[in-house]
């Protein structure tokens, strides 16, 4: 379903290339992890997915169904069905979670010529995820993650990711800076959207999350490159045995 | 929508069509009357009204101070706004309607940009036939509209008709109210409005009386070369309110005119004064021809426990220089001004507000939302005075700029004189810039990037458009969204 292939990555309008050559795969209904150290690249890549204008695709290709999507705007990777759980999400003012929910999911339902959902039915939707996500039900009369916690914030990017219901789901550092609760939602959250026709790309630095959504795969990212790949048990490998080992098997190799 | 519609149109005129009629004159000399300003014109514009003498005379006396204003050259250049010279007599300053005979008979002859716009705008049908000016039946409807509202109002006593109308059957009102809170003397505009106003409205509610319904005018230009001077007088008596909303919304697309409206508001004990503007006139080509240029007086004053806000949204005019102020003449009044301005293209805007304490515990409150764009240059000019006898006097002024691209500018200008020790003075001023990451954030979940640009920023100026009714509301927010196309992307 999603395909990157030798994917190189700069920064836009700079020298600093951060992505070296990626390959990867994923299949519908798999879930695959990457870890990495800090600065490796991990949120590049999930970035550069979703299209932010900021890097440059260099070199490689990445492709949806076959379809290269590189020169695709991020509204239109989302009408495709990806989604991107930010690590930082951005704070708009004046912006409700509700309105901004609401125009996100009619734009995607219009792209793909199925009808807006009705106010009401979307208001039912969207207060039953609250409570599901847990979160404070005066967060969402606030502005769009003004004020939001960091806990916060990722709970609400796991509302946006159920009530938009991609087929491909990116989560960055989703499960960084939750509590104990949050964590169980969230994983409970992603275990109930797991089927056969979605996947999910996660990005993590810990075993946690990985304890409650078993992953098909893991990876390693390594400074811009896919370093190992492996079943579940790669990720207690590197919780325990941390990057040392490929830090050093970089620097020997240069 | 509960509102009473007044429509003031002034239809396009061809002076050199042989065919051409002067509206409700057919006289000749009338299709003759020159261009420039003099007492006779003044003379003529009076006598067209048939007005009394005492409005007459108070025209040329104001014809004769701003004569003077312009021979010592004393036109206002203290704002940041760069035009080129006014010729104030190579202007028409008396554009009479024109036979409805001649208007458009259905959408179908009406300027199809205009329509295109009043179609984003989202207005509906029956409005923009009216906007239009597609005469006969759609005007006469409107009135009919706003004669069943009269018959509301007058159950109540309240007054609301045109300045015209009322110089002829509330004189005694006119009288005691005109230039009570703007004078003729007041400025080089203002001057020039009071002595060539042509009509406006005028708006009376009396003691205790709760205004039921949100009065309204629509104003518009339409006639090439001529200039628009338009006056309105509201006045809330002893515990009485009023909500009055002021729509320019049909941008023309013509050469640049001269508008030169004065409003004067007047609340008197505990009564309560709410005006809200969305101002649309003609901004001007993309790169920078014509446009409308905006030079406006507006001023309240409000009595013992009396209140008046401003709510703006202004989007329109090349040129926009307009600063509405209250004088907090009354003990624990409340003034409040609550602004976004937008400057695309080549637009300059500098308005702002003044607050002048007078009476003791008067607390006034200032937000203004700049936003600049294209090569738009926006100032925020606001002055805030406290009077040696304004004790316990309290202001908060808060003064955002938004820059939408690296081309535009925004400029604070704040006045500020203290004279009364116990004051309490609030100011806060931020200038931000629509992120990159806030966009990202937005299109990566399936929003288009005109849609994202416009959700930050109406979003960022929700403090401001929250204070208009809800249809106003709406419609500033797509006005925010075409006035700004072009800019994004
Ligand atoms: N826009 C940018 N401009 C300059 N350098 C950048 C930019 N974006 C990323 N980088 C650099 O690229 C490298 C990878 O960054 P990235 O955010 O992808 O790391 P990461 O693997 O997500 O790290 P972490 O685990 O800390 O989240 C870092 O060295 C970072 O400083
Ligand atoms: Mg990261």
Known sequence: ?254 | MTTQDRLTISRESKLDDAGYKWGFSTDVEMELAPKGLSPDLVRLISEKKDEPDWMLEWRLKAFEYWSKLQREDAEPRWAKLRYPDIDYQDIYYYAAPKSFDDAPKSLDEVDPEMLETFDKLGIPLHERERLAGVAVDAVFDSVSVATTYADQLEERGIIFCSFTEAVQNHPELVQKYLGSVVPYTDNFFAALNSAVFSDGSFAYVPPGVRCPIELMTYFRINTEGSGQFERTLIVADEGAYVSYLEGCTAPIRRTSQLHAAVVELVALDRGEIKYSTIQNWYPGTKDGQGGVYNFVTKRGMTERDAKISWTQVETGSAITWKYPSVILRGDNSVGEFYSVALANNYQQADTGTKMIHIGKNTKSTIVSKGISAGHGENTYRGGVKILPGAENATNHTQCDSLLVGDQCGAHTVPYIEVRNPTARLEHEASTSKVSDEQLFYLMSRGISEEDAHHMIITGWSRDVIKELPFEFALEAGQLLKVSLEGAVG
């Open chain 1, 1 to 254: 379903m999603l395909k990157i292939e030798n994917l190189h990555a700069a920064v836009t309008d700079s020298d600093e290339v951060i992505l070296k050559g990626i390959d990867l795969e994923v299949n519908p209904g798999e879930v695959h992890a990457i870890m990495g150290p800090n600065g490796s690249g991990k949120s590049t890549l999930a970035n550069v997915l979703m299209g932010k204008p900021s890097y440059t695709v260099t070199d490689g290709d990445i492709t949806v169904d076959g379809e290269s999507i590189v020169e695709m705007m991020p509204d239109e990777r989302a009408h495709l069905g990806l989604f991107l759980a930010m690590q930082y999400p951005s704070e708009v003012p004046g912006v409700r979670p509700w309105q901004f929910l609401k125009a996100a999911k009619d734009a995607i339902d219009d792209a793909n010529g199925q009808k807006k959902t009705s106010v009401r039915q979307f208001s039912k939707l969207f207060d039953e995820k609250v409570e599901e996500i847990g979160i404070n039900p005066d967060l969402i009369k606030r502005s769009l993650n003004e004020g939001f916690s960091g806990g916060e914030k990722k709970r609400n990017e796991m509302l946006q990711m159920q009530v938009l219901d991609p087929r491909i789901a990116i989560m960055d550092e989703t499960d960084s800076g939750l509590d104990i609760d949050a964590l169980q939602a969230v994983a409970d959250g992603v275990n109930k959207m797991r089927s056969p026709e979605r996947s999910f790309v996660i990005v993590t630095h810990y075993q946690r999350l990985l304890h409650f959504v078993h992953p098909d795969i893991v990876h390693v990212l390594v400074d811009g490159k896919i370093v190992e790949t492996g079943d579940a048990s790669l990720a207690e490998k590197v919780e325990q045995n941390g990057y040392r080992d490929y830090l050093a098997a970089q620097r020997n190799g240069k």
